[in-house]
């Protein structure tokens, strides 16, 4: 298999912000935005002096002293594709590194009777956070999962032990800032001048604690293009990752957009 530039530049984005041991707590919510599960969490990427493998392993701890492990080899050669990284564990999803750090793992198309996903992740300091919006094969809304990391147990300033939900967040203020696309085929766009909108209207809205917000539909359906958003706020910046979706289900391209006041 033949690398291209972009393909390249993909890989070298993954390697260069998120292989870390990163330390943390996994919350899951319902679409009514009651927390009904939660476990520590250890996800662990490890890379190969020639840069070109790397072993993820994640580990779970449970409340109830139950630990899951799982291990996955990533290799550049064959899992690195000219419309993202294929991860092993679902090979139907693509994940898209932006240099700044911020990725998206997405299920390439809506299908109907399968399950469908999107994680959003963005990087702050030495932390990361990731929501996942999980949906089953009617295309109804089942689950939004939160997980705040750290490196090697660094203290996130904005990082608190809460988990509930916040029944709203304000959005009010001049957030100006940038916004540049990547497209399924890894082109990224130029940088434009953009005004933070956010929640979307129609979507269903999840406050998360620590500054942590996402935007996405209740439903999903062919024939309806949709667009799921996530965003950390953190004094006077926000992050913003928006991932869209088009009237026949397909992925058209992932949005990431910073603003300050």
Request: aromatic share 12%; charged share 20%; net charge negative.
């Amino acid at each position: 298999m033949i690398i291209t530039d972009l393909q390249e530049k993909n890989w070298d984005n993954f390697f260069a912000n998120h292989l870390q041991d990163w330390q943390g707590v996994c919350t899951k919510y319902s679409p009514q935005g009651e927390m009904f599960e939660y476990f520590e969490s250890l996800r662990s990427f490890r890379g190969n002096q020639e840069k070109t493998q790397v072993i993820q392993n994640n580990e779970y701890k449970y409340p109830d002293g139950r630990i899951v492990e799982k291990t996955w080899q990533i290799n550049k050669q064959q899992d690195n594709l000219a419309d993202g990284l294929c991860h092993v564990a679902i090979p139907a999803m693509r994940t898209l590194f932006f240099e700044q750090g911020a990725a998206v793992w997405f299920k390439k198309e809506l299908e109907v009777g399968v399950n469908f996903a999107v994680e959003l992740l963005l990087k702050v300091e030495n932390g990361r956070n990731s929501v996942t919006t999980h949906y089953d094969g009617e295309g109804n809304l089942i689950r939004a999962t939160c997980i705040r990391e750290d490196i090697n147990g660094s203290q996130i300033q904005h990082w608190t032990d809460e988990m509930n939900l916040l029944p709203k967040r304000d959005f009010s203020g001049n957030w100006q800032g940038t916004s540049i696309t990547m497209l399924p085929d890894l082109q990224v766009s130029d940088s434009v001048k953009r005004q933070l909108h956010f929640p979307i209207e129609g979507n269903k809205n999840f406050f998360f604690p620590s500054g942590i917000s996402v935007s996405c539909p209740s439903r999903i359906a062919l024939g309806t293009k949709f667009t799921i958003v996530a965003n950390l706020v953190t004094a006077l910046h926000l992050q913003q990752l928006a991932v869209n979706y088009d009237d026949n289900g397909a992925f058209t391209d992932v949005k990431l957009e910073l603003f300050s006041l």
